[in-house]
Structure formats: C-alpha cells, structure tokens
C-alpha cells in the first residue's frame, strides 16, 4: 500500500479529533453531562478513522478508532495482579455494620497520635464529651464484573478480571471497546499522573443495554442471559472484540498499584484525581462523619436506587484517609478499612399461571410454578422452584393466584407466599399428580412426620429419568464427556439411539445413525464419539458418582473407590464393608450395596466394564503407605511447558508413582503441575483450591522419591 504521508493540516485535523473525541467521551462518561449527540461523535469519529486509514502513520495507539477492530485472540492469558483483587467483608445485619464501625474506631484510636488527630481534617472532633468519628467513603456497590485497569505513563496497557483475587484473565483487546473506559488518562495540571496507575472497578450493563441484548438473542433464537452481570461476563469473554455489548459502563473504585506509592492521601483524593485522569467514578459517590451520617445515606440510597438503571446490591463503606486504611490492613480475604452492607433479597408481585411437573434423574417430581415474566434483582423471571408438592400444599397456593417472589442474587427464584386477599375467584387448587407425567407409571411419595417432602417416579426407564440420568453421567464433574451435553441427549434419546447408560459406550456402532440426526454432522459425530472414548479413563470413582445412585455423589464415589480399588472388590463387598469405608455411613452404603446387587445396577456395570470402561482406582491406602511417593493415589494435571520433561514422559513417570494423571483439572483434582506459560487450567485450578506445583516444586519432589 503507498499511503501518502500526511500534510502538517491533515495532521493537526487528526490530533484535533482525537483531543475532541477524547474530551467527549469523558464528558459523557465522567461527567454525565454530554454537549452533542451520539450521531455527532459518530461523525467525528468517522472522519479520525478516514484520516488515519489514509495515512496509517497518523494511527495513534491510543486512538478513540482503536476501540474497535482488533484481531480476534485465542484464549484469555492468566495475569498476576501485582496488588491482589480482594473481597469485600459483607453484611446484611444494622448492629453489625456499627459494630464494624466501633472495631474500627477503637483499632485507629490506639493508633493515633496527637499530631495526627491535628493535623488531619479526616477525624472529626466533635465536643470534649463527644467520641471522635470516622470519615467513611460511602458508595453503591455496583452489582458487576470487577476490573484492574493498568495504565503506564497514561497509557492503558492491561484490563484483567479479577479471577481468583491473585491472578486473573488479561481481557484488555475487549476492554479496549468499551468507550467509558480511556486508552489514555487525561494529562491533568491539578492531579499530577502517576508514572504507573492501577484504577480498579466495576464494568457493568445498564437495564435498558441488557433488555435490548436479550430481546436480541431471543430473535437469533440464541439462550438468553440469565442477568446483566452474567451479559456483561459473557462480553468480557468474547473471543472476537467486535462482540462486545456496545454500552457496558465503568466506575473505578479502587487502587491497586500506584507509582509512586504515596500519590494521595484519601480515597476521596483519589477517585477526583480519578476523574480529572478522565476515568469515571460513580456520580452517587458520598462521604460521611460517622456512623449515623454513613447509615442515613445507606438508607436514603436504598429508597433511590431502584431508579439508577444498573444493578447495585448494597453499599460499600471505606475508611476514607489511606493511612488509616495501612493501619487497619486486611485480612487474607478482604480489607478491614472496608465492609459492604447489602440490601436483602428483592420481592416482587406476580400471578402464578400454572404449575408444571419436571422429573429429575432421581425420579423426583418436581413441581415450578410458571408465571407473569416479572423482572427481580435485574433477571427477568418466568419460573421458579416449588420445591415438592407438600409445600405447594402448605403455601396453599392456587392457579391465578398473585404471589409474592425473591430472588437473592445467584439463587433460584423463590415463590415466598400467595397473596389470599387478592385470590380470584376462579383460582385453581392445585392437585399433585398420582402418575408420572411422562411415564405414567404411579407415584410414590415420601414423607415426614405426615408431611409429604418428595414425589417419585418408580420407574428406572422412564425416559425422562434416562435424559437426565445421561445428562448428569456426561456431566463436567463426572465423566466429563464434553461433547454430549443437554441438547445432545434428548436428541440421541429421541431417537432411540440411546436407552441406557451403557448404550453411550455402544454409540460408536451406529454412528451412521448419529450423523443423520439434525443438525450434527461428521465433526460433530466424531466428536462426540472421541469424548466418550477418552471417557473411559475416568476412574472407578468417577463412575460411582456418575450413576445417580442415591446417596452416593462425587465426594461418595470418591471415598469408595480408594477404599476398595476395584469394582471387583466392591461388588464382593457387604454393607458392613462398605460402611466401614471413611466418610461413607450406613445409608450410603446399604444404598449403594442395594444397587450393586440390583438387576439395573449388575446391567450398568456388565455394560461398562464389557466396553473397557477404567473400573479401577488407586487405593488410599498406598496413598498413606507411600510417604516417600507423594504421587501415589492423587490426581494429577499437567500444564505449561517444563523444561525438563515432555508432558507424555512426565506423566508416565508419575503413573509409574502411583499417579492418575487426567487431562482436565476438576474439583477431584490433588495436584496441578504447572510449567511456563500455563492458562486457563491454573486458573481453574485456583478456582478450585486445587494445590499447585512448579516445576522446581516438582523437581524436588522426584527427586525425594528417587532418594
Ligand atoms: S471496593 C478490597 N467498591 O464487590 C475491596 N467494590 O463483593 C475492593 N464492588 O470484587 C473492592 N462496587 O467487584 C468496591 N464501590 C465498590 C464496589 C465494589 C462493587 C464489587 C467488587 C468486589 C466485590 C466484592
């Protein structure tokens, strides 16, 4: 390409409309108080990436047209953070919050001194019989995805999320879309630019951004999102920039590292310098003397909140002055300079529509009531759990009745009562079902001091039972076979291609049947028949917690099978030897001997050990023996690159230990190897406690086995 360089006019004009676009988006951003249109921006914008695509060397880094436009990455690379990402201690409790306070107080009376108390105008003095109090910061608590934003010599240079408060995902090419957050800082006169700055924050979706993006994705016939902070984390996770939610908003709120470290003196201080550097902070944003003043805004925020258009579940109080915040420190989870109080559970008025009945892998029924869309704690919501037909019962609730719901953040909306004084006269009892609504077969039904708590299909090949059943088998934290997820199994069992659980091992002969199913083709077909494959390695473990036998989950499985080996070993087992296992009580086991001994339960395993299904488990007790291999009887995951070993020889040299090496690290991980440059599976693996070694680590080890 000959671009012809620019003429000094073009650019001035250039530098002009970046200055411009700049400005403007702080005036939106910060400032809440835009001076023209989103179509003028447009424009302006518009004519800079004309400019600049004319003559490339006019394209400036930090260039508002740099937003959009970068090159779609493979995965996220797992950063440090150089300060970790805390939590928040939270409650929702008034004489708590002002116990915090007095902690709080007292801790920084025992340290300060008479020159402090004079000298700063943070700790307000009030008559010789009054206490002195605290100025706190006080803020909405942005219900988001957190972010550290890092800038160097005002340049923004990396956006990682927050992850597991030590390291985190490096997200800065989506980042970079989003127009609230600056490329560049603002050169300030009145707060000078540290050298290096980290600004922590919210990104958040406003309602409206978050209607739209749904009603959006129902009309591509797309899974809708669950709330906006999932949007908003499902946005920070595209792999393609260009599909970042255009609309997302930021609020810095926090430090992390700042060159040079003595930069400001308040939280106060730092979020208007904040501003100044064109970041934006939250409008709502507040001091107070003391606990009353910091308790009147939490009241008054809680009345107006509702009208904001984000999501916010509390507010954070900070101690405001940053040396009093070093005195405090932090605990290894949250900082002692701050604490959340949290607003309880909305509720919300709706009319129950009717009641449908789902049959879980168990065979339970039950029922979930089906409603008005009512928006609650920022989801929209259509169902929610009755839980059994006793409480329906209990609640007294009927078809049409108004009734009142609660959904506490993550968890599942709750139908909390029926509002009787505005029954309808044609309300409609509801009548539990004597059959199966799929099967047919009758129920039965559980109960507790006469109160009934569950209702069973008894019927082991229900087909719905099955779905689910499978569903659950292929799951992550079970035989992990990720290509047979939800949609796949009631496909394959719609077409009778799968009938039972063994059926999945056999799936390979009628493969030309799987790549006649709708939408599935070759790919998809050996995909699929490659996951179970490689499933088959799982373990004994695995396996029992697989198989929906009741009582027995994967903590159950887990527990048996290192304490027996073998399948053989357990199927000649008897209850007491089952029970004798740690961690497995009698119930447990005279279920799972009941199983074992069951004509579904001699099928499955006949089914999987004839397919070479691994029904085998390295045993604890060579765990315990073996001091000397600290290999034997874990689960081991490598990652990263080594220095001093492939990853095949390694793990054959493990396993020669005594080690399962696995490929995916899960919740029944002991020990993730990293080497250089591991992603996402160390960040799982932190995720997950999961214990973590280097290679140096791993070098001694070997080497203290060897020896
Ligand atoms: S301060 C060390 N301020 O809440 C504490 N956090 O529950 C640093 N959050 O991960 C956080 N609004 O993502 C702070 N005004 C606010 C906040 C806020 C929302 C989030 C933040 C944090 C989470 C902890």
Same mark, same amino acid.
């Given at each position: 390409?000959?671009?012809?360089?620019?003429?000094?006019?073009?650019? #001035?004009?250039?530098?002009?409309?970046?200055?411009?676009?700049?400005?403007?988006?702080?005036?939106?951003?910060?400032?809440?108080s835009?001076?023209?249109?989103?179509?003028?921006?447009?424009?302006?914008?518009?004519e800079?990436?004309?400019?600049?695509?004319?003559?490339?060397?006019?394209?400036?880094?930090?260039?508002?047209?740099?937003?959009?436009?970068?090159?779609?990455?493979?995965g996220?690379?797992?950063?440090?953070?150089?300060?970790?990402?805390?939590?928040?201690?939270?409650?929702?409790?008034?004489? =708590?919050?002002?116990?915090?306070?007095?902690?709080?107080?007292?801790?920084?009376?025992?340290?300060?001194?008479?020159?402090d108390?004079?000298?700063?105008?943070?700790?307000? #003095?009030?008559?010789?019989?009054?206490?002195?109090?605290?100025?706190?910061?006080?803020?909405?608590?942005?219900?988001?995805?957190?972010?550290?934003?890092?800038?160097?010599?005002?340049?923004?240079?990396?956006a990682?999320?927050?992850?597991?408060?030590?390291? !985190?995902?490096?997200?800065?090419?989506?980042?970079?879309?989003?127009?609230?957050?600056?490329?560049?800082?603002?050169?300030?006169? =009145?707060?000078?630019?540290?050298?290096?700055?980290?600004?922590?924050?919210?990104?958040?979706?406003?309602?409206?951004?978050?209607? /739209?993006?749904?009603?959006?994705?129902?009309?591509?016939?797309?899974?809708?999102?669950?709330?906006p902070?999932?949007?908003?984390?499902?946005?920070?996770?595209?792999?393609?920039?260009?599909?970042?939610?255009?609309?997302?908003?930021?609020?810095?709120?926090?430090?992390? /590292?700042?060159?040079?470290? =003595?930069?400001?003196?308040?939280?106060?201080?730092?979020?208007?310098?904040?501003?100044?550097?064109?970041?934006?902070?939250?409008?709502?944003?507040?001091?107070?003397s &003391?606990?009353?003043?910091?308790?009147?805004?939490?009241?008054?925020?809680?009345?107006?909140? &509702? /009208?904001?258009?984000?999501?916010?579940?509390?507010v954070?109080?900070?101690?405001?002055?940053?040396?009093?915040?070093?005195?405090? !420190? $932090?605990?290894?989870?949250?900082?002692?300079?701050?604490?959340?109080?949290?607003?309880?559970?909305?509720?919300?008025?709706?009319?129950?529509?009717?009641? #449908?009945v789902?049959?879980?892998?168990?065979?339970?029924?039950?029922?979930?009531?089906?409603?008005?869309?009512?928006?609650?704690?920022?989801?929209?919501?259509?169902?929610?759990?009755?839980?059994?037909?006793?409480?329906?019962?209990?609640?007294?609730?009927?078809?049409?009745?108004?009734?009142?719901?609660?959904?506490?953040?993550?968890?599942?909306?709750?139908?909390?009562?029926?509002?009787?004084?505005?029954?309808?006269?044609?309300?409609?009892?509801? %009548?539990?079902?004597?059959?199966?609504?799929?099967?047919?077969?009758?129920?039965?039904? #559980?109960?507790?001091?006469?109160? =009934?708590?569950?209702?069973?299909?008894?019927?082991?090949?229900?087909?719905?039972?099955?779905?689910?059943?499978?569903?659950?088998?292929?799951g992550?934290?079970?035989m992990?076979?990720?290509?047979?997820?939800?949609?796949?199994?009631?496909?394959?069992?719609?077409?009778g291609?799968?009938?039972?659980? &063994?059926?999945?091992?056999?799936?390979?002969?009628?493969?030309?049947?799987?790549?006649?199913?709708?939408r599935? %083709?070759?790919?998809?077909?050996?995909?699929?028949?490659?996951?179970i494959? %490689?499933?088959?390695?799982?373990?004994?473990?695995?396996v029992?917690?697989?198989?929906?036998?009741?009582?027995? !989950?994967?903590?159950?499985?887990?527990?048996?099978?290192?304490?027996?080996?073998?399948?053989d070993?357990?199927?000649?087992?008897?209850?007491?030897?089952? %029970?004798?296992?740690?961690?497995? &009580?009698?119930?447990?086991?005279?279920s799972?001997?009941?199983?074992?001994?069951?004509?579904?339960?001699?099928?499955?395993?006949?089914?999987?050990?004839?397919?070479?299904?691994?029904?085998?488990?390295?045993?604890?007790?060579?765990?315990?023996?073996s001091?000397?291999?600290?290999?034997?009887?874990?689960?081991?995951?490598?990652? !990263?690159?080594?220095e001093?070993?492939?990853?095949?020889?390694?793990?054959?040299?493990?396993?020669?230990?005594?080690?399962?090496?696995?490929?995916?690290?899960?919740?029944?991980?002991?020990?993730?190897?990293?080497?250089?440059?591991?992603?996402?599976k160390?960040?799982?693996? $932190?995720?997950?406690?999961?214990?973590?070694?280097?290679?140096?680590?791993l070098?001694?080890?070997?080497?203290?086995?060897?020896?």
């Amino acid at each position: 390409m000959s671009a012809s360089p620019p003429t000094d006019a073009q650019r #001035e004009r250039a530098a002009k409309l970046r200055r411009e676009l700049h400005e403007h988006n702080r005036r939106y951003h910060v400032d809440a108080s835009p001076t023209i249109t989103d179509q003028q921006y447009d424009e302006l914008l518009e004519e800079l990436a004309r400019l600049e695509a004319e003559h490339p060397d006019l394209a400036a880094e930090d260039s508002p047209t740099r937003r959009v436009g970068g090159e779609p990455i493979e995965g996220f690379e797992t950063v440090p953070h150089a300060v970790p990402m805390l939590s928040i201690d939270n409650t929702y409790d008034r004489d =708590e919050l002002r116990a915090w306070y007095e902690r709080t107080l007292k801790a920084l009376a025992k340290e300060q001194t008479p020159e402090d108390s004079s000298g700063s105008p943070l700790f307000v #003095e009030g008559g010789p019989e009054q206490a002195a109090e605290i100025r706190l910061a006080c803020e909405p608590k942005v219900d988001g995805v957190a972010l550290s934003l890092r800038y160097e010599n005002g340049s923004l240079v990396r956006a990682v999320t927050r992850g597991d408060g030590t390291r !985190g995902d490096d997200v800065t090419h989506n980042v970079r879309t989003i127009r609230a957050i600056p490329l560049a800082l603002r050169a300030s006169t =009145e707060a000078e630019r540290p050298a290096v700055l980290e600004a922590r924050g919210e990104v958040f979706m406003p309602d409206d951004v978050f209607t /739209e993006v749904n009603r959006q994705r129902e009309a591509e016939g797309l899974d809708l999102f669950m709330n906006p902070r999932n949007s908003t984390a499902g946005s920070l996770k595209q792999k393609d920039p260009a599909k970042v939610v255009r609309g997302l908003r930021f609020f810095a709120h926090g430090l992390g /590292e700042v060159e040079p470290a =003595e930069a400001f003196a308040s939280h106060g201080g730092f979020l208007a310098a904040l501003r100044e550097f064109g970041l934006p902070t939250n409008p709502a944003i507040d001091t107070a003397s &003391g606990f009353d003043e910091a308790w009147r805004y939490i009241e008054n925020f809680d009345q107006r909140r &509702g /009208e904001l258009g984000y999501a916010t579940d509390g507010v954070v109080l900070k101690v405001d002055r940053l040396a009093d915040q070093a005195v405090l !420190g $932090a605990t290894s989870k949250s900082p002692r300079w701050c604490v959340a109080f949290k607003f309880p559970a909305e509720r919300v008025r709706t009319v129950l529509r009717g009641v #449908e009945v789902q049959v879980g892998k168990t065979g339970k029924l039950t029922p979930r009531a089906v409603m008005d869309p009512v928006l609650v704690a920022g989801t929209t919501v259509r169902h929610a759990t009755l839980h059994n037909f006793g409480e329906v019962a209990r609640k007294d609730l009927r078809v049409g009745d108004t009734v009142v719901i609660e959904k506490a953040g993550e968890i599942i909306p709750q139908v909390i009562e029926a509002v009787v004084d505005e029954r309808p006269e044609d309300a409609k009892p509801i %009548a539990p079902p004597d059959a199966c609504p799929v099967c047919a077969t009758g129920v039965q039904i #559980e109960t507790v001091e006469d109160q =009934e708590t569950a209702r069973y299909c008894p019927n082991p090949d229900c087909p719905a039972q099955l779905r689910e059943r499978l569903i659950h088998f292929a799951g992550r934290k079970q035989m992990d076979i990720d290509a047979l997820g939800d949609k796949t199994v009631h496909q394959l069992v719609d077409a009778g291609l799968l009938t039972s659980i &063994g059926d999945v091992f056999r799936l390979h002969e009628k493969r030309d049947a799987i790549v006649a199913l709708d939408r599935m %083709a070759e790919k998809k077909a050996d995909n699929l028949l490659a996951g179970i494959e %490689a499933s088959k390695a799982r373990g004994l473990a695995r396996v029992l917690g697989s198989l929906t036998i009741r009582h027995v !989950g994967g903590s159950g499985g887990k527990a048996i099978a290192r304490g027996f080996g073998s399948l053989d070993a357990l199927r000649a087992a008897d209850v007491e030897a089952i %029970a004798a296992v740690d961690d497995i &009580g009698p119930i447990t086991a005279a279920s799972l001997h009941d199983f074992l001994h069951s004509d579904a339960g001699r099928t499955v395993f006949d089914d999987l050990s004839a397919a070479g299904v691994d029904l085998t488990e390295p045993m604890a007790a060579a765990s315990r023996e073996s001091t000397e291999s600290p290999f034997a009887g874990r689960k081991i995951v490598l990652t !990263g690159t080594l220095e001093s070993f492939t990853r095949p020889d390694l793990a054959e040299k493990l396993e020669s230990l005594g080690a399962k090496v696995t490929g995916s690290v899960s919740k029944n991980t002991d020990l993730l190897i990293a080497g250089e440059a591991a992603g996402s599976k160390l960040d799982k693996a $932190a995720r997950l406690g999961v214990e973590v070694w280097d290679e140096a680590k791993l070098l001694e080890a070997l080497a203290e086995t060897a020896g």
